[in-house]
């Protein structure tokens, strides 16, 4: 019965599993930006253009479609996606301008 349950111990509960997730997309970030930061390295090493908008718009597809398959908004997986992206190109440009 909904009345046996003790609100204060579920919200406890659920918070529990977002803090956890919240550590783990952390860690999953952390991993992504090591990977990205070696791409802006070999890129300006090689002289190659920081930004690939064709790249960019396959992984957009790709999120989009995944999102859809998760019941997530497929806008805000894009949203997340270049809000994500810009920092990368940040990264990138300051490799290029020998500021890593
Ligand atoms: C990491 C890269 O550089 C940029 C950043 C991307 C990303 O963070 O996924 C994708 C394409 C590029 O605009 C890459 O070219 O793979």
């Known amino acids: 019965m909904?009345?046996?349950i003790d609100p204060v111990a579920a919200l406890g509960r659920l918070r529990g599993t977002i803090d956890n997730i919240d550590a783990a997309?952390?860690?999953?970030l952390?991993?992504?930006f090591r990977a990205t930061k070696q791409v802006g390295v070999l890129k300006a090493?090689?002289?190659m253009p920081p930004s690939d908008p064709a790249?960019?718009?396959h992984q957009i597809a790709r999120l989009?479609?995944?999102a859809e398959e998760a019941?997530?908004?497929p806008e805000f997986a894009e949203k997340w996606f270049n809000f994500v992206v810009a920092e990368v190109i940040r990264h990138h440009e300051a490799a290029a301008n020998?500021?890593?």
């Not at 997309?25 to 999953?28: A, C, D």
């Open 25 to 28: 997309l952390i860690f999953m």
């Open 64 to 66: 989009r479609r995944l």
């Open 2 to 4: 909904s009345d046996s």
């Open 45 to 47: 090493e090689h002289g």
């Open 71 to 73: 019941d997530l908004d």
């Open 55 to 57: 790249r960019e718009e």
């Open 98 to 100: 020998g500021e890593h």
């Open 30 to 32: 952390a991993e992504r």
